[in-house]
Nanobody
Framework: QEQLVESGGGLMQAGASLRLSCAAS????????MAWFRQAPGKEREFVAA???????YYPDSVKGRFTISRDNAKNTVYLQMNSLKPDDTAVYYC?????????????????WGQGTQVTVSS
């Protein structure tokens, strides 16, 4: 059973950078595919980034080139570095994990979720 705890959210100006962290409690973190999703008020949950056990990463066009997902298996932590933030990036950001091998953009494929951290970007 993985428990995920996000941190690092906040209120930022457009153009700023922010790094989110997600700490996992399980012993098998290194084998999991980890992902970030976000959900803005009144909108559906949106895939943001994923990284598999081998370090392969995947991003949607909306964040590609601005966001970077990485992992530190020694610390059981996954990060989301967000640069050139835009007001449209305002959302609650969630960390997710799955033991299924692969990269998935559908949140239904992830078994474990954190509680979320708020990111607000002002113009």
């Amino acid at each position: 059973q993985e428990q995920l705890v996000e941190s690092g959210g906040g209120l930022m100006q457009a153009g700023a950078s922010l790094r989110l962290s997600c700490a996992a409690s399980g012993r098998t973190f290194s084998s999991y595919t980890m992902a970030w999703f976000r959900q803005a008020p009144g909108k559906e949950r949106e895939f943001v980034a994923a990284i598999n056990r081998g370090g392969y990463t995947y991003y949607p066009d909306s964040v590609k080139g601005r966001f970077t997902i990485s992992r530190d298996n020694a610390k059981n932590t996954v990060y989301l570095q967000m640069n050139s933030l835009k007001p449209d990036d305002t959302a609650v950001y969630y960390c997710a994990a799955t033991s299924t091998i692969g990269i998935f953009t559908n949140g239904e494929r992830y078994s474990y979720w954190g509680q979320g951290t708020q990111v607000t970007v002002s113009s």
